[in-house]
């Protein structure tokens, strides 16, 4: 599948499409209804592929008992709208990055990535063993939300630029497009940063609306034809470690299905959040190599300055937020807590050894 027809999938709805009023959940000759709405265009890979695996496997495990029918973004609602249209009912389920919300509380920006945190299995750590998945559902609770983590993209690149990106002072009045705390850690380095859904982003780019972005990793990125516009490939990303992607379910859906039905819903979503961990680990390398040796991509290494800049300036940002309201303080304390220990473990188990890996390989 083309460029082309990924962003035409990931259109914003119409007036008359947001218009629509939705019925509640169908239930009709024991089949019961539900819609998932998603951030995604359509049968993008990895992200728009993955949200349908999430619906097919619900389906399938429930012998269609419970039929999960999904809508890519503008199919339904506008992208950024899933959030509401979940928790009103309109839909049933959404399939996202959850620190899209953050406008809701800043705490979804955790349930997702903080820039300089977690490492994925960090995170899988955190959420399953460490206190996560409990204050995330006591976030849930105040927007009548329930969520999962369903879906990991690995560490992502630092992003697309139009130009060379070597100090500090070339990040001032630059245009990037970054959502979630990363935008705010570049807004304070003197970049404009903007948040924009997926389908938009290459138009933006052509265009010169935005100057730079940053997406998802080398799979993602061949996908949406950023080297089209862009060749400069910047890494490693400070801004999104570990990012966890989520399905919310509206309460009441949730409360009102059966106790299988839920361990369904809790199993198809686990298993999509370690499948497409791997999947995206799978097609990253092939992507690269093809986006710098067929599409001469100029891979580029951050600075030692911005690096430390970026990191200094995400601790900032990071903790004000637990400034804002009681229940991102908690989500805050509780990832700190799991930062230190775990950050430790990671110090002493995988981090020195890929580094002496590649010290061994390269003798």
Same mark, same amino acid.
């Given at each position: 599948? %083309?460029?082309?027809?990924? #962003?035409?999938?990931?259109?914003?709805?119409?007036?008359?499409? &947001?218009?629509?009023?939705?019925?509640?959940?169908?239930?009709?000759?024991?089949?019961?209804?539900?819609?998932?709405?998603?951030?995604?265009?359509?049968?993008?890979?990895?992200?728009?592929?993955? &949200?349908?695996?999430?619906?097919?496997?619900?389906?399938?495990?429930? %012998?269609?008992?419970?039929?999960?029918?999904?809508?890519?973004?503008?199919?339904?609602?506008?992208?950024?709208?899933?959030?509401?249209?979940?928790?009103?009912?309109?839909? %049933?389920?959404?399939?996202?990055?959850?620190?899209?919300?953050?406008?809701?509380?800043?705490?979804?920006?955790?349930?997702?990535?903080?820039?300089?945190?977690?490492?994925?299995?960090?995170?899988?750590?955190?959420?399953?063993?460490?206190?996560?998945?409990?204050?995330?559902?006591?976030?849930?609770?105040?927007?009548?939300?329930?969520?999962?983590?369903?879906?990991?993209?690995?560490?992502?690149?630092?992003? =697309?630029?139009?130009?060379?990106?070597?100090?500090?002072?070339?990040?001032?009045?630059?245009?990037?497009?970054?959502?979630?705390?990363?935008?705010?850690?570049?807004?304070?380095?003197?970049?404009?940063?903007?948040?924009?859904?997926?389908? /938009?982003?290459?138009?933006?780019?052509?265009?010169?609306? #935005?100057?730079?972005?940053? =997406?998802?990793?080398? =799979?993602?990125?061949?996908?949406?034809?950023?080297?089209?516009?862009?060749?400069?490939?910047?890494?490693?990303?400070?801004? /999104?470690?570990?990012?966890?992607?989520?399905?919310?379910?509206?309460?009441?859906?949730?409360?009102?299905?059966?106790?299988?039905?839920?361990?369904?819903?809790?199993?198809?979503?686990?298993?999509?959040?370690?499948?497409?961990?791997?999947?995206?680990?799978?097609?990253?390398?092939?992507?690269?190599?093809?986006?710098?040796?067929?599409?001469?991509?100029?891979?580029?290494?951050?600075?030692?300055?911005?690096?430390?800049?970026?990191?200094?300036?995400?601790?900032?940002?990071?903790? /004000?937020?637990?400034?804002?309201?009681? #229940?991102?303080?908690?989500?805050?304390?509780?990832?700190?807590?799991?930062?230190?220990?775990?950050?430790?473990?990671?110090?002493?188990?995988?981090?020195?050894?890929?580094?002496?890996?590649?010290?061994?390989?390269?003798?």
């Amino acid at each position: 599948m %083309d460029r082309r027809s990924f #962003i035409k999938g990931a259109g914003v709805a119409t007036a008359a499409a &947001a218009a629509t009023t939705f019925a509640a959940p169908a239930i009709a000759q024991g089949v019961r209804e539900l819609k998932m709405v998603t951030t995604w265009p359509k049968n993008f890979p990895g992200l728009g592929t993955g &949200a349908q695996r999430i619906a097919d496997n619900i389906t399938k495990a429930t %012998d269609g008992r419970i039929k999960v029918t999904l809508y890519a973004a503008g199919e339904l609602v506008p992208p950024f709208e899933s959030f509401d249209a979940v928790q009103s009912g309109a839909a %049933d389920m959404y399939h996202a990055a959850d620190y899209y919300w953050q406008g809701k509380s800043k705490a979804y920006n955790f349930c997702c990535t903080v820039p300089s945190g977690l490492l994925p299995a960090e995170m899988d750590a955190w959420m399953h063993h460490m206190g996560g998945s409990q204050v995330r559902d006591e976030l849930g609770e105040q927007f009548n939300m329930k969520h999962f983590s369903a879906g990991n993209t690995g560490s992502q690149m630092g992003g =697309w630029f139009a130009k060379e990106i070597n100090t500090l002072e070339d990040l001032k009045g630059l245009k990037i497009r970054m959502p979630g705390f990363g935008g705010e850690v570049m807004r304070r380095l003197g970049a404009t940063a903007v948040n924009l859904p997926g389908g /938009e982003i290459f138009p933006s780019l052509q265009s010169g609306a #935005i100057d730079a972005t940053e =997406w998802v990793g080398p =799979w993602n990125d061949l996908a949406f034809g950023f080297y089209k516009v862009v060749k400069f490939y910047y890494y490693p990303g400070f801004h /999104e470690p570990g990012p966890t992607l989520g399905v919310g379910m509206n309460k009441g859906v949730w409360d009102s299905l059966s106790d299988s039905d839920k361990a369904v819903v809790e199993a198809v979503c686990m298993a999509e959040n370690n499948y497409s961990l791997a999947e995206f680990n799978a097609n990253n390398g092939r992507a690269l190599d093809e986006l710098i040796n067929k599409h001469g991509v100029q891979l580029r290494k951050f600075s030692d300055e911005l690096f430390t800049a970026f990191f200094k300036t995400s601790q900032e940002v990071v903790a /004000e937020s637990a400034e804002g309201d009681a #229940i991102t303080k908690k989500m805050f304390e509780s990832y700190q807590a799991a930062y230190k220990s775990l950050r430790g473990w990671t110090q002493l188990s995988d981090q020195p050894y890929a580094n002496l890996r590649d010290k061994a390989m390269d003798m």
